[in-house]
């Protein structure tokens, strides 16, 4: 939301904040990311248009053989977005119309599309709200005879406890497929995100923590058969040429992607371990205040891959989220509030039969989360001046009290 507002805003400190003129801090900054890879990125897309394999080039299984090892798994096979992988891999892993797969209710929208693609039937189930990943008590609870998997969403970077899943999993015969799209090499109880399953998902887009020039997807897995049959779904249903066992689709990872996503793969860790600090920083800065308002936990310790920053404002914080953003803005600060309205209260959905208040720590997230910037190259000193403003505002009543109104709050 966007506030403008023609009255300074002044401090309880008597300091005026200066009116939002331009982002000074924005959400994400790929310069940083590109600047030093910036000829090696010309020279693979020069070769790709030299050779002409734009599609199932060399460079692609160049690609999907560095991921897939790199996330502990022999296979990986290239597809033309998360969602799709999303979609191709679940069928691939054997399910079948009518089968219920368990799927955290605070998922976001391309997540829950790629189940419905799969004809398969998702029962939601709420999250942790201290983490926002998916609760596993809950996702017991919700198991009927018709369960065959679970989708758990490693969601901002964060995995969902690998011992539990598996735990759940043996227990109740589930196919585990993990929707990995925000957590590239992400860590945790010596499993890597796309390690625990029997296939998972991970995209591309440009804004992930591994971003090409443009959409992408890849299935991992370390069984043959359901790398097979994904590399069949997403080329038309084929097997081999002029023979088509499967209704499948036009889905692969352009050879432009891939020689692109190679040469950035080379810096995915050290871009991986600089968000960690930051966000460790801000948790660091976060933690000094009782102000109500408190970041997402992290459980993962240093294997967390932040994808994501985001902070609760919770109903105790003096602040309301609306009035923290506005003066985040007010500040050059560009933040956003990430899955606003959960994906089962969106018009696109309600066939699912849930109701608005069905998934309380869901909807209690959707109204508190706030994202921050976050990306390697942002320097502690504006990580500082995040965290800074935030606090500020957040222990400062007048500062909203006196200049906005109470329908904005
Ligand atoms: C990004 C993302 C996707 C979708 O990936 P696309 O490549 O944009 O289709 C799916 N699920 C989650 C959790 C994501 O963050």
Known sequence: MQISTSSPIVLKT????????????????????????????????????????????????????????????????????????????????????????????????????????????????????????????????????????????????????????????????????EDATQAHLAERE???????????????????????VGDGGLVVTRHHEIATQVRSLCNFGATRKHYHPYVGTNSRLDSLQAAVLTVKLSLLSRWNSDRNSLAQYYDELFSQQGTGIQPLRNDAGSGHVYERYILRVTPSSSVSRSVLQAILTANGIQTDIPMAMPCYSQPAFRGLGYSFGSFPNTDALSQQSLLLPLYPGLSLANVRRVAETVLAAGGDRQYYDIFYPCHWA
């Not at 003129?21 to 990125?41: C, T, W």
């Not at 991921?67 to 998360?82: D, I, L, T, Y």
């Not at 010596?190 to 090409?212: E, Q």
Request: hydrophobic fraction near 45%.
């Open 14 to 177: 008597g300091r005026a904040v200066p009116q939002a003129a331009k982002v000074e801090i924005p959400l994400i900054d790929l310069s940083f990311q590109h600047q030093p890879l910036q000829s090696k990125i010309e020279q693979a897309i020069q070769g790709i248009i030299q050779r002409g394999d734009y599609i199932l080039g060399w460079a692609v299984t160049e690609f999907e053989f560095a991921f897939a090892h790199a996330c502990g798994c022999h296979h990986g096979v290239g597809v033309g977005s998360g969602t799709d992988a999303i979609a191709l891999g679940l069928r691939a892993c054997g399910l079948q119309p009518g089968d219920e797969v368990l799927v955290p209710a605070n998922v976001p929208v391309p997540t829950l599309l790629g189940v419905l693609a799969a004809g398969v039937t998702p029962i939601l189930v709420d999250c942790i709200l201290e983490t926002g990943l998916i609760d596993i008590v809950a996702a017991e609870k919700a198991i009927s005879p018709r369960t065959r998997a679970i989708l758990p969403v490693h969601l901002y970077g964060q995995m969902v406890s690998p011992r539990q899943l598996l735990d759940l999993a043996s227990t109740f015969d589930l196919v585990i497929f």
């Open 190 to 212: 010596g499993y890597r995100a796309g390690s625990v399953g029997m296939a998972a998902a991970f995209c591309f887009s440009p804004w992930k923590n591994l971003g090409g």
